[in-house]
C-alpha cells in the first residue's frame, strides 16, 4: 500500500508517523522518568521504609527544608523549622504548615526532591504527607508530618559520603477533590 502512494503522500505519511512517534515519546517520558528516577535515585528522589534501621552513627548531617506552591495555587505552604541536625540512622520528624485562605475547598499533592542529587537513594521516608491528597477546607491550617532517616550506608558512598547537608523540597500542585471525597467529620459543617 506504501509503494502505491505518491512522493508528496509518502512525505505527508513519513510526517504523520515521526509526529506521532515524537507525541509518544513526550507522553512516555514522565512515567519512564519516574522510575527511572525511583530506581537510581537520580535526579533526588528519595526512598521509603516502614520503619528506620537499627544503626545510628555519631556523625551528623543537616536537613534543610523547602516548600513552594506552583503558580497560581492559593495556599501559603512553609516549613515550621528551616533546619534540622541528626545523627546519620536517626530518625527526624519534620512538619510544614499549609494554609488554604479562600472561600472554598481545594485539594493539592506534593512532589518532591532531594539535593544534592546524590543524596537521593540515601534520604528514606517512613511516612509523608505527599504519600497522599491533601485537602484543606476554607480557612483552614495544618500541620503536616514527614518522617524520614538518612541511610548510614551514605558514608560510604564514593559520591555522597562528602554530603554535610541535605534540601528536601516540595512543590504543591492543584488537584481536582475526587468525587468521593468526604471532609472529616470535625470540618462538616451543616
Keep these: 500500500m506504501f509503494a502505491q502512494l505518491t512522493g508528496k503522500q509518502k512525505t505527508l505519511v513519513q510526517t504523520l508517523a515521526v509526529v506521532i512517534f515524537m507525541a509518544s515519546l513526550g507522553w512516555a517520558s514522565v512515567p519512564l522518568y519516574d522510575l527511572f528516577c525511583r530506581v537510581t535515585g537520580y535526579g533526588g528522589t528519595t ?19 523547602d516548600a513552594s506552591v506552583e503558580r497560581d495555587f492559593p495556599w501559603s505552604f512553609k516549613p515550621v523549622e528551616r533546619t534540622m541536625e541528626l545523627r546519620i540512622g536517626e530518625t527526624g520528624l519534620a512538619f510544614y504548615e499549609a494554609h488554604n485562605p479562600t472561600d472554598q475547598p481545594i485539594a493539592g ?14 534520604f528514606t521516608k517512613i511516612d509523608c504527607f505527599c504519600f497522599e491528597l491533601q485537602v484543606l477546607q476554607p480557612g483552614e491550617t495544618v500541620l503536616m508530618p514527614v518522617t ?6 551514605i558514608v560510604d558512598d564514593r559520591d555522597a559520603k562528602s554530603v554535610h547537608t541535605i534540601t528536601l523540597s ?17 470540618v462538616v459543617t451543616n
Design 170 to 186: 516540595y512543590t504543591f500542585h492543584a488537584t481536582d477533590i475526587p468525587e468521593d471525597y468526604t471532609p472529616p467529620a470535625e
Design 148 to 153: 524520614y532517616f538518612v541511610d548510614p550506608e
Design 47 to 65: 526512598n521509603t521504609a516502614s520503619a528506620a534501621g537499627d544503626v545510628i552513627l555519631d556523625q551528623t548531617i543537616r536537613v534543610r527544608f
Design 109 to 122: 499533592t506534593a512532589s518532591y526532591n532531594v539535593t544534592p542529587y546524590e543524596a537521593g537513594s540515601f
